[in-house]
């Protein structure tokens, strides 16, 4: 499974960002997929995660509320929908995929950054 993200940038507080995350591959073995960002100098985090079908989703205490997780399987794409963008979410956005056999997939990171 390939996974490539998209839809980073620089954008005002306030704002708002559409990421995309493309899987290509073997993409009938990906069951739940996320997204996770990693700001400089900090940990890798989950931001939000979503079922294979889309029936369930979870957020971080910190973006509940401003972004939206969904995905499109029959295009292979996952989304991230993020408003009232902060200067604290200003981070490398990277997209993850689970496999049925626990395989773990990450893509390589596209960058937010978010000015105050």
């Known amino acids: 499974v390939q996974l490539v993200e998209s839809g980073g940038g620089l954008v005002q507080a306030g704002g708002s960002l559409r990421l995309s995350c493309a899987a290509s591959g073997s993409t009938f073995s990906i069951n739940t997929m996320g997204w996770y960002r990693q700001a400089a100098g900090k940990q890798r985090e989950l931001v939000a995660a979503i079922t294979s079908g889309g029936g369930s989703t979870n957020y971080a205490d910190s973006v509940k509320g401003r972004f939206t997780i969904s995905r499109d399987n029959a295009k292979n794409t996952m989304y991230l929908q993020m408003n009232s963008l902060k200067p604290e979410d200003t981070a490398v956005y990277f997209c993850?995929?689970?496999?049925?056999?626990?395989?773990?997939?990450w893509g390589k990171g596209t960058l937010v950054t978010v000015s105050s």
């Open positions: 993850h995929a689970l496999s049925r056999t626990y395989m773990n997939y």
